[in-house]
C-alpha cells in the first residue's frame, strides 16, 4: 500500500528576516515543529542563510538575491504556504509556548480573518500591539506628541478576553485563506512600515480581526533598523503617505506629507537646543535634518509589475 501524502500544515509560519541572524535563530528556536515554518530571507549579509540552513533544516528556506522588503517577502512566503492559516511573524519576535496555536483557534470562527496577538518588550512591559484606523488626526497627534487615542492595546489588554480591532501590528499577524483559496498579498508598493496598516484595512472588508491578549510574543522591536535609524524614520513617514494617497487621494498624502516634516522641524529645534547643552546629543540633529530634506519618496521602492494586491472576495 502506497503511503498517505501528509496533510498540509495547519499554520504556515513566514519571516522575512534581513540581516538579523542572531534574533531569527531565537524566534525559529521558539516555533513549536508541528507548525510550517518558511524563512524568506532577503538578501541578508551576516550568515542568516547559512546559519538556518545549518541548524534549522526542517524549514522552508527562500533566499532572495535582493531586498524585497516586509510586504514582498511575505509575498513570497505565501506562495511557498501549504497551510490553510499563515502568520507573519517577524524575525526579533519569540513566540510563546502555545501561543501560535491559540491563535489558530480564533480563525475557526468563519467570521474571522485576521487575529494578532499580545506583543511584549524584551523586559516584559506591554508593547503596542493594536490600533484604530489610520487617520490625519492621529498622524498629527504623533509627530506633535498629541495622545490621540490611536493605540488601544492598553485598554484592550486589561483582560484577557478577546476583541475585534482595526488593525494589529504586522510582527504577529495571523490570517487565512480566503473564499477563494488564495491568501491576501501586501501591496509591494510599500517597502517597510506602513503596509500592515494597509493589509489590515484591506483584509478587513472580508470579515473580522481579533485581538488575543493569551497568545503572547516578545518583540526586540525594529531589529532590521538600528543600524540606520533616520532611513528607518524616512520610510515610515513615506509608508504614511503612500496610505493616505492609495485610500483618500493626493490631498490627504499632501497633508500627512506636511505634517511629517512639521513634526521633523519640531524635533530638529528640540535635539539642536538639547545638543548646546549636551554635545553626545547632537547627532539627533543631522538624523532629523536628514528627515526633513528626505526627498518625496525617497523610501519607496521602484513600481514593477506585481505591485498591484489582490483584493479580498
Not at 140 to 161: C, H, K, V
Not at 200 to 226: C, D, M, N, W
Request: hydrophobic share 40%; net charge neutral.
Amino acid at each position: 500500500m502506497r503511503p498517505q501524502p501528509s496533510p498540509p500544515a495547519r499554520v504556515s509560519v513566514i519571516i522575512v528576516s534581513y540581516n538579523t541572524r542572531e534574533q531569527l535563530r531565537k524566534c525559529l528556536g521558539c516555533i513549536e515543529p508541528h507548525h510550517e515554518v518558511i524563512v524568506v530571507d532577503n538578501a541578508s549579509a551576516d550568515g542568516s542563510v547559512e546559519m538556518v540552513t545549518e541548524e534549522f533544516p526542517h524549514v522552508n528556506l527562500i533566499a532572495s538575491p535582493t531586498n524585497l522588503g516586509f510586504g514582498g517577502g511575505n509575498n513570497l512566503g505565501l506562495k511557498a504556504a501549504t497551510g490553510k492559516i499563515a502568520l507573519f511573524l517577524n524575525s526579533d519576535a519569540y513566540a510563546f509556548p502555545g501561543a501560535i496555536d491559540l491563535l489558530a483557534e480564533t480563525m475557526e470562527d468563519s467570521a474571522v480573518v485576521g487575529a494578532g496577538g499580545k506583543l511584549l518588550n524584551v523586559d516584559g512591559s506591554l508593547q503596542n500591539s493594536t490600533a484604530q484606523k489610520l487617520t490625519l488626526w492621529h498622524v498629527f497627534g504623533e509627530q506633535f506628541f498629541i495622545n490621540t487615542g490611536y493605540w488601544t492595546t492598553p485598554s484592550l489588554a486589561a483582560t484577557s478576553a478577546v476583541k475585534e480591532t482595526p488593525q494589529v501590528m504586522g510582527a504577529c499577524f495571523m490570517v487565512k485563506r480566503l473564499p477563494t483559496g488564495d491568501f491576501l498579498d501586501f501591496d509591494e508598493r510599500y517597502f517597510l512600515y506602513c503596509e500592515d496598516t494597509d493589509y489590515a484595512k484591506r483584509l478587513s472588508t472580508a470579515g473580522r480581526i481579533l485581538y488575543v491578549p493569551s497568545a503572547q510574543f516578545t518583540h526586540e522591536l525594529g531589529a532590521s533598523s538600528r543600524r540606520s535609524p533616520w532611513l528607518g524614520v524616512i520610510r515610515y513617514n513615506a509608508g504614511k503617505e503612500l496610505y493616505f494617497r492609495l485610500h483618500h487621494g493626493w490631498v490627504w498624502e499632501f497633508f500627512c506629507l506636511l505634517i511629517n516634516r512639521l513634526g521633523a522641524l519640531l524635533r530638529l529645534t528640540i535635539w539642536a537646543i538639547i545638543g548646546l547643552v549636551q554635545p553626545a546629543k547632537r547627532g539627533k540633529v543631522g538624523l532629523f535634518w536628514r528627515v526633513l530634506t528626505a526627498p518625496r519618496g525617497f523610501a519607496r521602492p521602484s513600481p514593477t509589475p506585481n505591485q498591484t494586491p489582490g483584493r479580498p472576495e
